[in-house]
T-cell receptor, first 112, second 113 residues
Framework: KAGVTQTPRYLIKTRGQQVTLSCSPI?????VSWYQQTPGQGLQFLFE???????NKGNFPGRFSGRQFSNSRSEMNVSTLELGDSALYLC???????????FGPGTRLLVL | DQQVKQNSPSLSVQEGRISILNCDYT??????FLWYKKYPAEGPTFLIS?????DKNEDGRFTVFLNKSAKHLSLHIVPSQPGDSAVYFC????????????FGKGTKLSVIP
């Protein structure tokens, strides 16, 4: 079974721009969660989607948003990028009835 | 306010010996705990988990112990192998259907041949 895939793997943007990251979950998984990893803050939860609905949201500003499509694929959008948004963005998927999340390889975003 | 803490940023162990990675948590609502391993440039890989109704769970060379009264869990790797060298993250969640994981900041394990 294919794992979680994320595109693109690397991205360079400038301050003020916006960016969209994509995540395809493991086949059959309906829950998709997003995390931000930075050296200072570690892995922090952004939000979680299930059946196209956001179920949980972490403590991030409204510039961070997401959505999930009917095929469970998910996108994350960051508007008005700031230097501090430079991070590894990780997507994880899980079955609804289980709490084990399986992670993708991440998208490395660099904001200049 | 860090709810999940891994107080050792790094750990070095000889090949063949036991590696013990520790994790403390402050939120008594946490009822499910997981360990992930992460190599550079890759996403975290699930290793092992434990529910709060248990105090031990084993999977091959990996054993997780949970001490709820102390709000402490540990991951034991026996025997340690050079391929185990990675960053290990402890994570916790609470509530049925809660998919929000709270992570520690990780412990970098180096297994020396």
């Amino acid at each position: 079974k294919a794992g979680v895939t994320q595109t693109p793997r690397y991205l360079i943007k400038t301050r003020g721009q916006q960016v969209t990251l994509s995540c395809s979950p493991i086949s059959g998984h309906r829950s998709v969660s997003w995390y931000q990893q930075t050296p200072g803050q570690g892995l922090q939860f952004l939000f979680e989607y299930f059946s196209e609905t956001q179920r949980n949201k972490g403590n991030f500003p409204g510039r961070f948003s997401g959505r999930q499509f009917s095929n469970s694929r998910s996108e994350m959008n960051v508007s008005t990028l700031e230097l501090g948004d430079s991070a590894l963005y990780l997507c994880a998927s899980s079955l609804d009835s289980q709490e084990t999340q399986y992670f993708g390889p991440g998208t490395r975003l660099l904001v200049l | 306010d860090q709810q999940v803490k891994q107080n050792s940023p790094s750990l070095s162990v000889q090949e063949g010996r036991i590696s013990i990675l520790n994790c403390d948590y402050t939120n008594s609502m946490f009822d499910y705990f997981l360990w992930y391993k992460k190599y550079p440039a890759e996403g975290p890989t699930f290793l092992i988990s434990i529910s709060s109704i248990k105090d031990k769970n084993e999977d091959g060379r990996f054993t997780v112990f949970l001490n709820k009264s102390a709000k402490h869990l540990s991951l034991h790797i026996v025997p340690s192998q050079p391929g185990d060298s990675a960053v290990y993250f402890c994570a916790a969640s609470y509530g049925a259907g809660s998919y929000q994981l709270t992570f520690g900041k990780g412990t970098k394990l180096s297994v020396i041949p």
